[in-house]
């Protein structure tokens, strides 16, 4: 203090008579230690005036304030026996039985089971924008895959996630949500087991992109479905937030257990391929009509070392894919479309097939394939022994039919003198329907009446397929068994075996290998047995 | 015949003084409750200071609230208690030499003056504390009651919320104020006009510049009014030269008078 601001005589007499003055309306002891304890003051003006005129107040507060000072530390339960500690107690119990109960959720998940992994993913853009199918109008964002609530302790990001086999599942409508779709894939094919993979797909996006929210639900029930939608909601929101609008919207509810899984089977007998009912693989059936051996009884696997019958072009493959064709083949090879590939791409696809050796006249035909009756799909679909509702699966498709083609040829070419040919549809292939490709020597022999149809089976597919195939393709590298189901549920089974290799070993990439591998032989005509005499037929003349 | 009454004042003055303690019971409690660990120890302590307090009660002048008083020694017990805990053993802070003897005198504060000399100094309270009243803010009063009483500026501060600045700013202003009030108003309080008028010829013969009148307070000191700025410092610099005695006999002798 300055010494001009030091109080004079006069002054500290005066302060000392204030003082006396004070000292008649001193503070009670509680008001002190109320004071000592920094709580809030009651008539907090008065006894502010009354401790500033009142020394022994002040030196009573002072002391109070300079004891719990003094008092010294020690663990938080021994500071005090009074109601502090029995809060503290209460918050520190709360504390732990919320720890608690988020641990058990996190790890248990909502219905006290299960384990849930939610992530966020991009997808493709619009399908819209997917139908012409430029690969690169499809590349999607970076991944934004995160591990929301329910997600498994450093467990990986789920991997899975791809657009397939669509399935809607139950969404909780919100206000303002436009559209969603919930879709369940099954995640092991080999042994369909309750793992499945639900994916959520909002098309409103405020960058135009698409994103997907997927949950990865072990043993999914039809029940938990309403809850899972609730999560993803709470994951869409999360999404939002983060700059992303994810919008939900109303949906049909079905259990995923109701999606067909691309089981054992599913690939060749599902997806097209020809094989009667019954015939085991690996057997190519040959077929004589009308004593000219010039049907193909079916498209089927082979076996190593199993029997191969003859076929009406003398041994030789009709597809190109694993085949040793070439110039050089009796008869004519379809060299594009892949024919390892039963799903097509192209709304006008070029059938086109190399020249053949043999001097024979060959009709290329291109037919549309009626559905067959839902039963036989259906128990073309099943390998389990469970029938599976396939119309849940793929609505409005029909699959190969079970008996010959009926329909008139789209396109029909007749080939000779050894040049390349090529057929082209007149008019797109609709989406969803199923096509009989056939080569044919002329003059055409009588089909057997009973005689299952020859030909090698493709399939259009829809845009949505299309738009999931580009996706698969697109996440190949970052979710390969996604893609392999995407692509191999697509009839892509060249390109689901080529994403396959992005998978980790193990029991399920090589249960998917050899699934895969036996569809594509599936679609690969037999070789001929050593030794066997290729039938040429001859050439006719023209 | 006396006997009998005597009994009966002695029995009814442990009763009053048993209320006495009993209403300190609670109180005692809760202190205890958040000072002490075990609840066990809390409530040995509170009987012990009332065991203290019911002893030593003859000790108490009644110059504060009785409460205040058992607080004292309530402190005390609880400073023997921490040295006493084994676990706390060795962790205390010791407390400063001014808390210290604060915690040993319950009593310290009082002042140990005569019936008149109290009486003066309620009546000089009761004059100067309606000055305050009148030119002081609720600030300034606090400022001024508590520098005046020996506290620091920085103490005022910390013991008032406010920045040791403002203080200071709120220190001279209403330290200036109240000098001209009381001159103007109350020369008694500062020992009388001619106690004054001698400290101003004093101030005004003051061979440090600092200390001699400007002429612009020599020109407010005859006329106040025109000029209460510089007539508000002017009776500051007076105030220097004003004879403790003068202030004090004079106050004696106008409460003695009066």
Request: aromatic share 4%; proline share 10%; charged share 25%.
């Amino acid at each position: 203090m300055d010494r001009r601001d030091e109080p004079m005589a006069a002054e500290r007499r005066w302060g000392e008579a204030l003082a006396a003055r004070a000292a008649e309306t001193c503070l009670e002891a509680d008001e002190l230690i109320a004071l000592a304890s920094s709580r809030p003051w009651r008539r907090r003006a008065a006894r502010l005036d009354h401790l500033s005129a009142c020394p022994r107040c002040r030196a009573a507060l002072r002391d109070l304030r300079a004891l719990d000072r003094a008092r010294p530390g020690g663990p938080w339960w021994r500071a005090s026996a009074g109601p502090a500690r029995g809060l503290a107690l209460a918050a520190a119990a709360t504390a732990c039985a919320v720890v608690l109960g988020a641990v058990i959720a996190f790890r248990v998940g909502p219905s006290g089971a299960e384990r849930v992994q939610v992530a966020v993913a991009p997808l493709a853009e619009r399908a819209e924008a997917l139908a012409g199918g430029d690969r690169s109008r499809v590349a999607p964002p970076a991944p934004r895959a995160r591990e929301e609530a329910y997600g498994e302790a450093g467990a990986a990001r789920p991997r899975d996630i791809g657009p397939a086999n669509a399935k809607r599942l139950a969404v909780p409508s919100r206000p303002g949500a436009t559209r969603a779709r919930i879709r369940g894939v099954p995640l092991a094919p080999p042994s369909p087991g309750p793992r499945s993979l639900a994916i959520a797909e909002g098309l409103d996006f405020r960058d135009g992109a698409v994103y997907e929210a997927g949950l990865r639900v072990p043993g999914l029930t039809p029940g938990r479905a309403g809850q899972l939608m609730a999560d993803l909601a709470g994951d869409a929101r999360a999404a939002e937030r983060e700059g992303q609008a994810v919008r939900l919207g109303a949906g049909a509810a079905a259990p995923l257990g109701a999606v067909a899984a691309p089981t054992a089977g599913a690939g060749a007998a599902g997806f097209g391929a020809l094989a009667p009912a019954g015939a085991p693989p690996g057997r190519a059936i040959g077929r004589a009509a009308g004593g000219h051996e010039n049907e193909r009884g079916r498209i089927a696997a082979p076996v190593p070392g199993g029997p191969a019958e003859e076929d009406d072009f003398g041994g030789g493959k009709l597809a190109g894919a694993g085949g040793s064709g070439g110039p050089s083949a009796p008869r004519p090879l379809l060299v594009a479309p892949d024919p390892a590939n039963y799903g097509l791409l192209e709304e006008r696809p070029v059938f086109r097939v190399s020249p053949p050796a043999d001097p024979r006249l060959y009709r290329l035909e291109l037919l549309a394939e009626p559905a067959g009756p839902p039963a036989a799909r259906e128990q073309r679909r099943q390998d389990d022994g469970a029938a599976r509702p396939l119309d849940a699966l793929r609505k409005a498709v029909p699959v190969g039919p079970a008996g010959a083609p009926t329909s008139a040829p789209v396109s029909v070419l007749e080939l000779r003198d050894g040049g390349v040919a090529a057929i082209r549809p007149v008019a797109p292939l609709k989406p969803g329907l199923d096509y009989l490709f056939r080569v044919q020597p002329t003059p055409l022999a009588a089909p057997e009446p009973n005689a299952p149809p020859s030909g090698l089976s493709f399939r259009a597919l829809t845009v949505e397929e299309r738009e999931q195939v580009l996706w698969a393709r697109a996440h190949a590298a970052r979710a390969p068994l996604a893609s392999v189901l995407v692509l191999y549920g697509a009839g892509r089974y060249a390109e689901a075996l080529d994403a396959l290799r992005h998978a980790q070993p193990g029991k399920r990439t090589d249960a998917w290998r050899a699934r895969i591998r036996a569809s594509l032989s599936e679609r690969t005509l037999a070789e001929p047995p050593p030794g066997a005499p290729a039938q040429a037929a001859p050439r006719p003349s023209r | 015949m006396e006997t009998a009454p005597a009994a009966a004042n002695t029995q009814q003055t442990d009763r009053a003084a048993g209320e006495l303690l009993g209403r300190q019971r609670e109180w005692l409690a809760r202190f205890f409750a958040r000072r002490v660990s075990r609840r066990e120890d809390a409530e040995d302590l509170v009987q012990d200071v009332l065991v203290r307090a019911s002893a030593s009660m003859a000790a108490w002048r009644g110059d504060c609230p009785f409460s205040q008083w058992v607080l004292v020694i309530a402190r005390r017990a609880l400073c023997n208690y921490y040295e006493r805990d084994p676990y706390r053993r060795g962790r205390l802070v010791p407390l400063s030499p001014r808390e210290e003897a604060a915690t040993l005198d319950p009593q310290r504060e009082g002042t140990g003056a005569g019936p008149s000399l109290q009486a003066e100094s309620r009546a000089v309270a009761e004059r100067l504390a309606a000055h305050m009243e009148r030119v002081c803010t609720t600030d300034e009063r606090r400022v001024i009651a508590l520098t005046y009483q020996g506290e620091s500026l920085d103490e005022a501060a910390q013991f008032l919320g406010k920045s040791p600045s403002t203080v200071r700013s709120l220190y001279r202003r209403s330290r200036q104020k109240l000098l001209a009030h009381v001159v103007l108003h109350d020369p008694d309080l500062l020992g009388g006009r001619a106690a004054i008028d001698e400290a101003w010829a004093r101030a005004a013969a003051s061979e440090e510049a600092g200390e001699r009148p400007t002429s612009q307070e020599r020109s407010a000191w005859e006329d106040p009014r025109a000029r209460l700025e510089a007539f508000r410092s002017a009776c500051l610099k007076m105030a220097r030269y004003l004879p403790l005695a003068a202030v004090v006999l004079r106050a004696a002798l106008e409460h003695g008078g009066g």
